[in-house]
């Protein structure tokens, strides 16, 4: 591996610790002297099995997950999760869903394939939102119903950087109804309330390993209430009792996957370890490249400061026939994967956990020297 590598800015498939890409390359073509690579491994063998069960017991420790929570491997994606959602708790009633973002938004059009879904909130409808996603609206203001199977929101949205930093508390609301989440773009970023979440799924391509994987961690009661017509491998309950192992799971996506949660269990930073020292350097690096962004007078991040993500950091050049001068001087900086979502435009720094202090120090040392050049 290179002494010296760009830093990767991308919303995902995104950047894994060099460290953790080290250990994949040096155990390619065999396996602690099993003479396999983990992509030759049957999932069913004594190996495979031992790299499975040591991931799922790493992720509970560094989540905190109950034992009343199961934690699943998975396929199909984000997106896909969307549909295996509502075909296993939303029992063909109604379904609940705050739109604080893109991903929300498609979360809610694909649910409603199976279910009967009302926008409990939409962030696009705040005054002065204009159509676009820019703060999260108060759950005070949600007209959730009592009826409702679940309650979905998206507590971290890529495309256009929002970020609930504290989990509504549907009971406190007066509901009894689960409350889903989808914690893609920032799971094993920060710490998860367990007591106000009935199911959490994340697509693992963002922040924890390959695409092709998604992690589903489901309370126990919330099992066994699939629709007729959910196929059987998507079945949480079938796919619960058979560990993970009812059809052939992403293996290598779950192995590399379990290697970051043990670079992030020995992570140490500012006198902390673990979920609490990455959890650290996560709010250090967003501080630090906010600054730069308010500081200046060339770009600008929308999103209310209550809810501005900590891995995702949509800006804008204020003349933004410098956009394309801007990205190419970030590619000969070493600065690579900029440009923001088709559907907003602008610039993105998606800062996941792989994402070092230098990263960011080194993006705001160069939006500090384009703004000079062209301010």
Not at 52 to 68: G, M, N, W
Request: glycine content about 8%; overall charge negative.
């Amino acid at each position: 591996m290179p002494a010296v590598r760009p830093f990767n800015f991308s919303a995902g498939p995104a950047a894994l610790p060099p460290e953790v890409l080290s250990q994949v390359a040096e155990e390619m073509l065999d396996w602690h002297g099993s003479g396999m690579s983990v992509m030759e491994m049957s999932h069913r063998g004594r190996e495979f099995i031992s790299i499975y069960e040591a991931a799922e017991a790493d992720l509970r420790e560094l989540l905190q997950v109950p034992e009343h929570f199961r934690i699943l491997f998975m396929q199909g994606g984000g997106l896909g999760e969307n549909a295996i959602l509502p075909l296993n708790l939303s029992r063909g009633g109604a379904v609940d869903v705050v739109v604080t973002g893109s991903w929300s938004k498609k979360s809610a059009a694909e649910a409603r394939r199976y279910a009967d879904v009302r926008i409990a909130a939409n962030a696009a409808e705040l005054p002065g939102a204009d159509g676009r996603y820019l703060d999260i609206p108060p759950p005070s203001t949600w007209q959730l119903r009592q009826d409702a199977s679940y309650v979905h929101v998206c507590t971290n949205e890529t495309i256009d950087g929002i970020e609930f930093q504290a989990l509504p508390d549907l009971q406190a609301l007066g509901h009894d109804a689960p409350l889903a989440i989808d914690f893609s773009s920032h799971v094993a970023s920060r710490p998860v309330d367990w007591s106000k979440v009935g199911l959490a799924f994340a697509g693992a391509q963002k922040n924890i390993g390959p695409a092709g994987l998604t992690l589903v961690i489901v309370r126990d009661d919330l099992l066994g209430h699939a629709l007729p017509i959910c196929p059987s491998a998507f079945d949480y309950k079938i796919v619960a009792e058979a560990q993970s192992m009812y059809n052939t799971p992403p293996t290598f996506g779950i192995y590399v996957a379990g290697l970051v949660f043990q670079w992030l269990k020995r992570f140490a930073y500012g006198g902390k370890t673990g979920l609490a020292a990455i959890e650290q350097r996560n709010i250090d690096k967003a501080a630090l490249l906010y600054a730069a962004l308010d500081g200046s007078s060339l770009y600008e991040n929308r999103v209310a400061a209550s809810c501005r993500s900590r891995m995702n950091v949509p800006f804008f050049l204020r003349d933004e026939r410098l956009n394309d001068a801007f990205l190419a001087g970030a590619k000969e900086r070493g600065l690579l994967q900029l440009k923001g979502h088709k559907s907003v435009g602008g610039m993105r720094a998606s800062i996941y956990n792989a994402m070092p202090l230098e990263g960011v120090q080194a993006l705001v040392s160069y939006l500090k020297d384009f703004e000079t050049r062209h301010g």
